[in-house]
């Protein structure tokens, strides 16, 4: 294999371009999407001596459209560009929120959502929860073809993923529910969250949770589904205080992940008051106009 | 690799590790120190600088991803003599204690006083949230910054 033509930033001008750098390159080389993980390599101690495949002139990567079926958003799409588009979609607000949110306006200017939710070792990610939440499919190109995957299955194979595709594009079904993200942060801006929380839920027509879909990050090394929860709440009205209520008795199903930001047993005592702030929130908009 | 930039409305040519960040190119290379390298990490804000018009954490940026941007440091914002308004307004209100911070928020909130002409206090905290100062308490850089608003309300 001649590797010679490869810089060691490739800059790739298509899909293609892309795809065929990764397969020659194999291992020694990792995908570029906004760069703000992959830059503080040394900071981890990560000396790896890879090439870097910039996708960032793939301008078909970035683009987003929203219909009444389903929102589609390019995988180089930053969390501002998500933020602004998704801006006023009550089902999408999880993620809007999630986006803008974030670290801080640089960041998000420079973030994408693709690099966001491939970085396995990056547990406090915010988009991951939401896009759980939202039952976001991701959709891959390759070489050989494309595929989609749900978004719980692609977290569960994350860590050992081998890099013979790219996700291209997040495919989310627009609903009638209402979402809402909340977050928890040591400092009161520009930190990582020591734990975040996705909602998404449909309201029955007397006013009571018919259907709902919450997903925490940050809590455990991979951000999951916070079944028990979802289950426990369905038949009440959603108020914070009987979330908060009801979110203390469904803690069980997590193992909290120790860390130098903060303890595992403070992720889990945080969580039950994130789920009163989530439902505030949604008080506060949505609910608020649909009660 | 060769990468040609506009630094300050001036073309640069860098031929090294395309993966360099491009606050080590102004620094290193181009011997441009106002763009400071604090955390590394793009949480502090002191590596700001203006890539195609965006603030951005130069600190994050590989330079070979940069091939043909236009880049505008703190050392291009103004003259010695007339320094740009965000400048004026530190200057006026005596903010700066060590300095390490402010080439930084002058990046972000020149910028930003572009985009918002009036802002609220909460904005101009929200705006500057990616810019960490070590040495002061804020609310006086915040007060300044609104001196430019109102300033600006008052023709
Ligand atoms: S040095 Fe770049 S953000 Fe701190
Ligand atoms: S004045 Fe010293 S870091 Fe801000």
Known sequence: MDITPYPKLFLANDLNEALRALRELADSAIPLAGATWVMRAPLRCETADQTLIDL????????????????????????????????????????????????NPAIRRMATIGGNICTAEFAAADLVPALLALDARLEFEGLDGSRTQTMAAFLDG????????????????????????ARLTLRKAGDYPVANLSVSIALDASGKISAATVAAGAVEAVAKRWTGFEEAIIGHAPSPEKMQMIAKTCLEEFDGRDAADAPGWYRLRVLPGLAADAFSTLQETTLGRAM | MTITLTVNREERIFSGDPRTPLVDVLRDHLR?????AVCREGFCGACMVHVDGAPMASCLLPVGSLDGAAVNTIEGV??????????QAFED????????????MVMTMSRFFQTNTSPDRDEIKAAMTGNICRCTGYERIIDALMSIRTNEATP
């Open chain 1, 56 to 103: 960032s002139r793939i301008e078909a990567l970035r683009t987003i459209n929203i219909d009444q079926q389903r929102a589609v958003i390019g995988a180089l799409a930053t969390h501002e560009q998500i933020a602004n588009a998704l801006n006023g979609y009550n089902d999408l607000a999880a993620l809007a929120q999630a986006a803008g949110h974030s670290a």
């Open chain 1, 158 to 181: 994350r860590a050992t993923r081998a890099h013979t595709d790219l996700v291209t594009r997040l495919i989310i079904p627009r609903t009638q529910r209402m979402s809402t993200h």
């Open chain 2, 32 to 36: 441009m120190t106002g763009t400071k």
């Open chain 2, 78 to 87: 103004a003259t010695r003599e007339h320094l740009n308004a965000v400048q």
């Open chain 2, 93 to 104: 209100h005596d903010v700066v204690q060590c300095g390490m911070c402010f080439p930084g």
